[in-house]
């Protein structure tokens, strides 16, 4: 046994910190986190900072977009479980809310696939072509980012294409790791897998390529980019605890 698995706590231990993150409306308590309902509520405001935690790991000062988008909250309550989720704008760690569902898939694979139908979300698509105005990269990822959320993935895919030509050296890794993001959402998940491997390490991208490995079949390759991902999440944070969460799952997988 490796000293890093030996540094791992159980995986009941990894469940409830992760459902404590998902909503402060849960108290664990003595319940046993497998008894948890699937679906959990989530707390928008907490949803939001995690949507922005993709592109501030990249190391670029930024402040965008601080204020919650008109429709966010609604786009929250509504959205159904995920299994793989990225670490990219947009996205949250807490769309995993189906943890009992992702502890009994016999083929995690099959978890990958989610709809392509774009969510009624008018306002936040609106929202996102306002924020890209101002010419700011870190807006243009993360209205990049929501626009993928809601499953508009043509607009996304504009926006991606729209800025590409100018996009700054300091904003090349982000704007990568959001390519290859978008690709994996549309289910293009070899392709994704492929673009992950080919980018330079950073927290977001090092998560990507462990759950792109874990879903895709290849739990032995997901331990060791997951274990040097989590080390750089903070660990009061949502994407420290999902990657934990899927780290415990490539183990026992492996």
């Known amino acids: 046994m490796t000293d890093a698995r030996k540094r791992q706590p159980a995986l009941s231990e990894l469940m409830a910190r992760f459902l404590r993150q998902t909503s402060d409306h849960i108290s664990i308590g003595d319940v046993v986190p497998y008894e948890a309902v699937p679906v959990q509520p989530v707390d928008a405001r907490l949803a939001w900072n995690e949507a922005r935690v993709a592109v501030q790991s990249f190391g670029v000062p930024s402040a965008a977009g601080s204020e919650l988008p008109q429709d966010w909250a609604t786009l929250v309550a509504g959205y159904e479980p995920v299994a793989a989720v990225a670490c990219c704008a947009g996205n949250f760690p807490q769309l995993v809310r189906d943890v009992h569902g992702l502890l009994k898939a016999d083929d995690l694979s099959t978890l990958c696939a989610t709809s392509t139908r774009p969510l009624p979300a008018t306002g936040l698509v609106g929202w996102a072509r306002q924020l890209t105005q101002a010419g700011d990269y870190a807006d243009i990822l993360l209205a990049t980012g929501v626009c993928r959320v809601a499953r508009h993935y043509d607009e996304a895919d ?6 590409r030509a100018g996009v700054p050296p ?10 290859a993001a978008l690709a994996w959402h549309r289910g293009n998940f070899e392709s994704a897998a492929r673009l992950w491997q080919g980018q330079a390490a950073s927290a977001p991208v090092l998560f990507n390529q462990g759950m792109a490995a874990l879903f895709l079949g290849r739990p032995k390759d997901a331990r060791r980019p997951l274990e040097q991902s989590v080390s750089q999440f903070s660990e009061d944070g949502g994407w420290h605890h999902l990657g934990r969460l899927y780290l415990a799952l490539a183990e026992i997988r492996s």
Do not use: D, I, R, V
């Open 158 to 163: 504009t926006l991606l294409k729209e800025h």
């Open 170 to 179: 300091e904003w090349q890794a982000a704007w990568a790791n959001e390519e």
